[in-house]
């Protein structure tokens, strides 16, 4: 319905909805730029200065906490002091929890990313379901990891939690 739209203009239809108080648009807007392709950075940047549910964010924290290189001086100045410092508190985290094979246990990412960034595992959250529909569901956190579930079978998990094509899932050792 909106396929015309550019990124630029979602960008402003948040910046004008945020301003005039518009939650309806402003919805609408976050669902559309949901589904726009950008860097991690420029969402977490765009989402903190409209106050954006912070949930949508957990994929793009993840995915900057376990990538290979650190944040670039220009990503840092994006994200200021306080989220890049979160972002390397998390990637020493994540460097430190890995198997000898490199994984990460996605379990232990939420987690972990839900701990640095103060993100509560039960906060209401309005998760996108088709560009016609949203539905507010009561995100719960899954159960620490176990050596039984250490490879992500937990099936307790949430999967609208870890938006996988952004993210590389992997394993972690367990404390």
Request: hydrophobic share 40%; charged share 25%.
């Amino acid at each position: 319905m909106y396929d015309e739209a550019t990124l630029d203009d979602w960008e402003t239809i948040l910046l004008l909805s945020d301003r005039w108080l518009f939650p309806e648009v402003k919805e609408l807007a976050i669902r559309e730029l949901q589904k726009q392709d950008m860097t991690h950075v420029k969402r977490i940047t765009l989402y903190h200065d409209f106050g954006v549910d912070r949930t949508l964010l957990i994929p793009d924290y993840a995915a900057l906490c376990e990538r290979e290189q650190p944040l670039t001086l220009d990503e840092g100045l994006n994200l200021g002091m306080e989220t890049t410092l979160m972002v390397a508190w998390g990637r020493e985290a994540a460097l430190s929890n890995r198997l000898a094979d490199g994984n990460l246990n996605p379990h232990w990412l939420l987690a972990m990313v839900r701990e640095i960034f103060k993100i509560s595992p039960y906060q209401d959250t309005v998760m996108p379901i088709d560009e016609d529909t949203i539905t507010t569901q009561k995100n719960q956190a899954p159960p620490p990891p176990t050596k039984d579930n250490v490879n992500g079978t937990n099936p307790g998990a949430l999967v609208s939690d870890i938006n996988s094509q952004s993210i590389q899932l992997t394993n972690f050792l367990l404390p």
